[in-house]
């Protein structure tokens, strides 16, 4: 079993940034493929970023390709987000998720932490 707890959202200004954080238990952190999604109220989940084991493959949707970059510490349990150049309809709660050869479709993970609340003003 995985678990996963997610960090540093918070309220910024449009055009800001933030870098969340996911930190994982268990002994297998490094098997597993790691994503980000977000959920804005009235929406379902949607993809939002995903790294390999090794951080070779790194994977974005495509609205956010050119403002967020995802990577891993395998060392520290660890998955990170860096967003940038924030905008109001980038609101969610960001989920960190993993899974076993997962792709972008939320049905391919099998842990979830529990969010973090991103806001951002106009």
């Known amino acids: 079993q995985v678990r996963l707890v997610e960090s540093g959202g918070g309220l910024v200004q449009t055009g800001g940034s933030l870098r969340l954080f996911c930190e994982a238990s268990?002994?297998?952190?490094?098997?597993?493929?790691m994503g980000w999604f977000r959920q804005a109220p009235g929406k379902e989940r949607e993809f939002v970023a995903l790294?390999?084991?090794?951080?070779?493959?790194?994977r974005y949707a495509e609205s956010m390709k050119a403002r967020f970059t995802i990577s891993r510490d395998n060392a520290k349990n660890a998955v990170y987000l860096q967003m940038n150049s924030l905008k109001p309809e980038d609101t969610a709660v960001y989920y960190c998720?993993?899974?076993?050869?997962?792709?972008?479709?939320?049905?391919?993970?099998?842990?979830w932490g529990q969010g973090t609340q991103v806001t951002v003003s106009s």
């Open positions: 998720a993993a899974g076993v050869s997962a792709g972008s479709d939320v049905r391919s993970y099998n842990y």
């Open positions: 268990g002994r297998t952190f490094s098997s597993y493929t």
């Open positions: 790294i390999s084991r090794s951080s070779i493959i790194t």
